[in-house]
C-alpha cells in the first residue's frame, strides 16, 4: 500500500463573515492525510461547515490558507479543486427532484471530458455500487431517505474525487439507514482509497473515524486518535 501523505491541509486559518468583527474560524490548522478518516464534532455555531466550505472550496479564507498536496490552492483554482478533487455529501441530500437517480448522479459530470453516453454509463456503475442500480430511472419523491443519500454519495464519486465532505449525512436519517449510510460511505473509502471528513452531532457517528476534531466556538478544542 502507498504511503500516507498529507492531501489537504488548512494553515492557521481564520474566517470572518462581517469584515473581523467575528470569527466563524479562529486560527485552525487541521491536515487531512491520504485515506484519513476525520470527525468533526462540536455545538451548532463551532463552525463546522465553515470549515467544510474551506476544504471543499466553497469559499476562500479570511486569513491563512488552504493547502491541497502541498499547494495553496488560489481562489482562480477553487471551482477546478471543487469538481475534481471533492465529493460533498449534504444532510438534505440536495437532490434536483425533477431529475432520475442517473440523472442526479451525472449532474457533476457535466464539466467533465466524458461523452453523454460515457456519463450514463458511470452513472449507472455508480448506482449498482451503492446498490441503487434497480432505483435508477426514480425521482428523489419516489425514494426513501436512505435511498437518496445513497443517490448523493453516488453523485460525490462522480468526478473519482480525492476527498469526500460530508455534512450531517446522517442527521436526517433513523438510526438503522444512518448506519448503512455511514457503513456505505466507509466502504467507497476503503475500496476507491479516498479520504473522508464527516460532520456530525452523533457521537455513535463519530467514534467511527480514526480522529475526532472538536470544534468550539471556531477553534479547536482537541484532535483526539
Ligand atoms: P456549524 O456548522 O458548526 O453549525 P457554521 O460554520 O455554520 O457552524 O457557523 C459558524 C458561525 O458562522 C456561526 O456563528 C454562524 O452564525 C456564522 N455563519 C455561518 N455561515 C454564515 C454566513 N453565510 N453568513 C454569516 N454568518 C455565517
Ligand atoms: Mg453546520
Known sequence: MPERE????????????DDGKSFALNDVSLAIETRDHISIVGK???????????????????????????????????????????????????????????????????????????????ATELLDRVGLGHRADHRPGQLSGGESQRVAIARALANSPELILADEPTGALDSE???????????MKMDLE????VVTHD???????SRT??????????DSD
Open 177 to 187: 439507514s444512518g448506519t448503512n449510510v455511514l457503513d456505505l460511505l466507509e466502504e
Open 44 to 122: 451548532s455555531g463551532s463552525g463546522k461547515t465553515t470549515l467544510l466550505n474551506l476544504l471543499g472550496g466553497l469559499d476562500s479564507p479570511t486569513q491563512g490558507s488552504v493547502c491541497f498536496r502541498g499547494q495553496m490552492l488560489k481562489n482562480s483554482e477553487l471551482s477546478a479543486h471543487r469538481a475534481r478533487q471533492i465529493g460533498f455529501v449534504f444532510q438534505s441530500y440536495y437532490l434536483l427532484p425533477n431529475l432520475t437517480a442517473t440523472e442526479n448522479v451525472q449532474v457533476p459530470m457535466f464539466e467533465s471530458e466524458l461523452s453523454l453516453s460515457q456519463r450514463r454509463l458511470r
Open 213 to 222: 476534531v472538536r470544534l468550539h466556538d471556531g477553534s479547536v478544542l482537541n
Open 6 to 17: 498529507i492531501l489537504m491541509e488548512l494553515r492557521s486559518v481564520s474566517h470572518s463573515y
Open 203 to 209: 457521537d455513535a457517528v463519530a467514534e467511527r473515524g
Open 194 to 197: 479516498v479520504a473522508l471528513v
